[in-house]
């Protein structure tokens, strides 16, 4: 069972190393190919077994990965104290602080079709010029019942200026008329 408050104090480790040294965004690269091998492939259970040795389960980790020597002694160190499946965790926990210490704000745009790069990229700066020109990643998602219109999320604030929601809120108006 994962144990997120232990993957959060080797992300801020990470974190701290990868400030030191200026090679967040290496970190960012290097922790998601450890995630993917200790976490998601064929033989990430081979790394959490604890009926294999030790040192063979560090070899494999050795050959396996091709990642910056302090990443490397990460995974040894995750494999070695039985957290390996806690490395996507790690890696998650890593982007979300890099991200807050990079300023970078995450948007969910849903819209009623799909946008373009071009369009995309509009709605990208005006949010980014209404953060006080902070870097947005969006992540674009098409939900046709909002009929027309967008919803946006940054963060625990939504801005809803879908089509479904005005018709919504005349039709109240509409009965409280009455």
């Not at 077994?49 to 995750?78: C, H, S, Y």
């Not at 948007?107 to 009623?112: D, G, K, L």
């Not at 967008?150 to 200026?161: C, K, Q, S």
Request: charged share 30%.
């Amino acid at each position: 069972m994962a144990d997120p408050q232990a993957a959060k104090r080797y992300a801020q480790a990470a974190l701290a190393i990868a400030r030191e040294d200026g090679t967040v965004t290496r970190w960012r690269a290097d922790l998601a190919d450890i995630a993917n091998v200790l976490s998601r492939s064929e033989a990430a259970p081979i790394f959490a077994d604890g009926r294999i040795p030790l040192d063979q389960r560090l070899a494999m980790v050795e050959r396996t990965l091709d990642v910056a020597p302090k990443a490397l002694n990460l995974a040894r160190l995750l494999v070695s104290k039985g957290r390996s499946a806690e490395a996507e965790e790690v890696a998650s926990a890593f982007n979300r602080m890099a991200d807050e210490l990079e300023g970078i704000v995450d948007a969910r745009i849903t819209t009623a079709i799909e946008l373009d790069t071009d369009q995309l990229k509009e709605v990208e700066g005006k949010l980014s010029a209404s953060l006080g020109n902070r870097p947005v990643r969006t992540t674009a998602i098409v939900d046709p019942a909002i009929l027309g219109g967008m919803i946006v999320r940054v963060g625990d604030r939504v801005v809803d200026g879908s089509v479904r929601t005005r018709l919504k809120r005349l039709r109240q108006e509409l009965q409280g008329a009455r």
